[in-house]
Nanobody
Framework: QVQLVESGGGSVQVGGSLTLSCAASAATWTMGWFRQAPGKEREGVAGIYGTITTYYDDSVKGRFTISRDNAKNTVYLQMIGLKPEDTAMYYC?????????????????WGQGTQVTVSS
């Protein structure tokens, strides 16, 4: 069992930035960030395999950066140029296997989420 704890959410104005952190209790291969806005399905935002291979949803390319610190078993999501449509609960997910990064059903482990609110 892997525990995931997210932090770093908050309220910012349009164009602002935030960095989310997800601390894992053990090392895993695939890690992803998802978000879910009220009334919408959970969607993949970014994923990372190991420490190098990264993927992004088109809606965040160029604005979000996922990275990992293996020594701390922590994955980060740096977000810049935030927009109102980025407002959502953000979840960290992890799986020890190599799985499709943007598929909710891929992941065995999930964090509790951290809220990001972007206001204009």
């Amino acid at each position: 069992q892997v525990q995931l704890v997210e932090s770093g959410g908050g309220s910012v104005q349009v164009g602002g930035s935030l960095t989310l952190s997800c601390a894992a209790s053990a090392a895993t291969w695939t890690m992803g960030w998802f978000r879910q806005a009220p009334g919408k399905e959970r969607e993949g935002v970014a994923g990372i395999y190991g420490t190098i291979t990264t993927y992004y949803d088109d809606s965040v390319k160029g604005r979000f950066t996922i990275s990992r610190d293996n020594a701390k078993n922590t994955v980060y999501l740096q977000m810049i140029g935030l927009k109102p449509e980025d407002t959502a609960m953000y979840y960290c997910a992890a799986d020890p296997r190599s799985v499709p990064w943007n598929r909710v059903s891929s992941y065995r482990y999930w964090g509790q989420g951290t809220q990001v609110t972007v206001s204009s």
